[in-house]
Nanobody, 126 residues
Framework: VRLVESGGGLVQPGGSLRLSCAASGGGTLYSIGWFRQAPGKERENEGVACIRISHGTTYYADSVQGRFTISRDNAKNTVYLQMNNLKPEDTAVYYC???????????????????WGKGTLVTVSS
């Protein structure tokens, strides 16, 4: 499976962005999630948002709850991350990732993901 993220950019605090993750190559999707890596830091092991596809359930990290929304468009094989009320601490490279093997990990756990995109940079600054 190939994942391609898009939609990153520079936005002022309080602004919004919508990230997209287009999947190609087929296969089974058990979970899909968004993870991020802030400048100078390692990628976080827990995602900011994810969908457990078999259950249709979603998860959000406390830091983004109420501001970010993850959604899917099955017809387009695309997952979105709508980010509102962005804060400087949201600045990071955002990656989408999938679990296509049914790893058994929770959808927000990076260890359970077996395919990753290359990321898209989000910069929140005035």
């Amino acid at each position: 499976v190939r994942l391609v993220e898009s939609g990153g950019g520079l936005v002022q605090p309080g602004g919004s962005l919508r990230l997209s993750c287009a999947a190609s190559g087929g296969g089974t999707l058990y979970s899909i999630g968004w993870f991020r890596q802030a400048p100078g830091k390692e990628r976080e092991n827990e995602g900011v948002a994810c969908i457990r596809i078999s259950h249709g359930t979603t998860y959000y990290a406390d830091s983004v709850q109420g501001r970010f929304t993850i959604s899917r468009d099955n017809a387009k094989n695309t997952v979105y991350l709508q980010m509102n009320n962005l804060k400087p601490e949201d600045t990071a490279v955002y990656y989408c990732a999938i679990d296509s093997y049914g790893s058994g990990y929770r959808c927000y756990e990076a260890n359970g993901m077996d395919a990753w995109g290359k990321g898209t940079l989000v910069t929140v600054s005035s």
